[in-house]
């Protein structure tokens, strides 16, 4: 099936403004996309009716608010096609999700001496966790690098898979280069090892369909806010055999059994993980998101995005002077590049003058920009409800900064 476009771009509200007395042309989906008006109703619904606070009270209100969050549990754990509901953790974001498992995998996992792997291409939130934990434990952090379209490098991989070997942490797609990684293949091989994978999927749930029993990987993070949710969402999914030997992320209220003077007991999962009152709201408005993902259909997404991509580069490539940063062939719908001699912020100022938001700058992965050698570069990421008439007002920006700035 193929989407309608118009129709999909009517359900956006903040789409249909002007910005610099042009039309908004919203390309920066990978730091965050926009939120459909079902999204926005489901927060409006649940404090117009529902709201409370959840899991502690007998009351109407509180159980109608608790029913409705464990409804939204099921919803993720059908989403991602997880076994169980007690593997799907909320939090607030890919961020936090990642900092959960590092802290709480280190402090059960990792002793001095041993190893984890992550890679090169790694958002600071999958990587610096890593990196500090294993500062924190006299452990050492690999780095898998990549090769010159992008890809991770898998011969090396299994060069660095060893008996000290503890945790594989690499993400699913990469928001600098647009590569999806063959995690499958990285999991049978860790696996081969005995070795469990983390998958960073902050930018891969928005654009692909994602089962973590099919990619067998043993946890899997996501943000909400980047899949037509929320600000301040997120999942943590783990296998459960995991979640149960990890030790708790954060202390308090809702994640304990007993509590006594000298010791605590905790509670049963997925609660062990959710101290604290958590994003009710940001929950509900993240059963809507997926709701109408689903309706439009992953799959339907994949296609339409990939011609999306497939038509910018093309456009792109035809500008003289343009180089691209991520050419693998298996990309999501996002193009990295710089222009000439021209810096990435200066052209992003200009295209912005024109309407169109695209980012700039190293976006949030240093390491890689070190590797590349490079200060950054404008970034244009795609979502289904932008158009190729869009792409061709960034090509015609393009040419404006360079005539400006050449
Ligand atoms: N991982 C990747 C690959 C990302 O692109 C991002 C955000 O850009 C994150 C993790 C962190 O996500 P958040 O800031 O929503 O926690």
Not at 96 to 120: H, M, P
Not at 386 to 401: F, G, P, R, S, Y
Request: include cysteine; charge should be negative.
């Amino acid at each position: 099936m193929s989407l309608n476009i118009e129709q999909i771009r009517a359900d956006f509200p903040i789409l249909h403004q002007q910005i610099y007395r042009r039309p908004l042309i919203y390309f920066d989906n990978a730091a965050s996309t926009q939120k459909p008006r079902l999204v926005i109703d489901a927060i409006r619904h649940y404090y117009e009716h529902d709201n409370c606070n959840i899991h502690r009270g007998v009351h109407y209100l509180s159980v109608k608010a608790t029913e409705a969050y464990e409804e939204a549990r099921k919803e993720i754990q059908r989403f991602i096609n997880a076994k169980s509901t007690h593997e799907i953790i909320f939090t607030k974001g890919a961020t936090e999700s990642l900092n959960l498992v590092a802290s709480s995998f280190g402090k059960r996992y990792i002793q001095r001496g041993d190893e984890v792997i992550t890679s090169i291409m790694e958002h600071h939130s999958n990587f610096v966790p890593w990196q500090q934990m294993c500062l924190e434990r006299g452990a050492t952090l690999r780095v898998l690098g990549i090769n010159e379209h992008g890809e991770l490098d898998l011969d090396e991989l299994k060069d660095l898979l060893n008996e000290k070997t503890r945790l594989i942490a690499v993400t699913h797609v990469s928001n600098v280069l647009g590569t999806i990684n063959p995690v499958k293949e990285i999991v049978g091989l860790a696996h081969q090892h005995g070795i469990p994978v983390l998958l960073d999927g902050a930018q891969g749930v928005s654009h692909l369909p994602v089962d973590v029993q099919d990619l067998d990987c043993d946890f899997y993070c996501f943000s909400g806010h980047k899949m037509y949710a929320p600000m301040g969402t997120g999942v943590m999914y783990g296998k459960e055999k995991y979640l149960e030997e990890l030790p708790p992320y954060q202390l308090g209220g809702e994640m304990i059994k007993d509590v006594y003077l000298d010791h605590t007991t905790f509670n049963e999962l997925p609660f062990k993980f959710e101290a604290g009152t958590p994003n009710v709201e940001g929950v509900m408005g993240m059963k809507a998101a997926i709701a109408y993902l689903q309706q439009l259909g992953m799959d339907n997404i994949a296609a339409y995005e990939e011609r999306l991509l497939k038509y910018a580069t093309e456009q792109l490539s035809a500008i003289e002077g343009i180089k691209f940063y991520g050419t693998a062939p298996h990309k999501a719908s996002l193009v990295s590049f710089i222009i000439g001699d021209i810096h990435p912020y200066d052209a992003g100022m200009i295209i912005d003058k024109m309407g169109i938001a695209v980012r700039t700058g190293h976006h949030c992965a240093m390491p890689l920009m070190d590797f590349l050698k490079i200060p950054g570069t404008v970034r244009a990421s795609f979502a289904f409800y932008n158009t190729m008439e869009e792409v061709d007002q960034l090509i015609a920006a393009i040419h404006k900064a360079k005539a400006m700035l050449t």
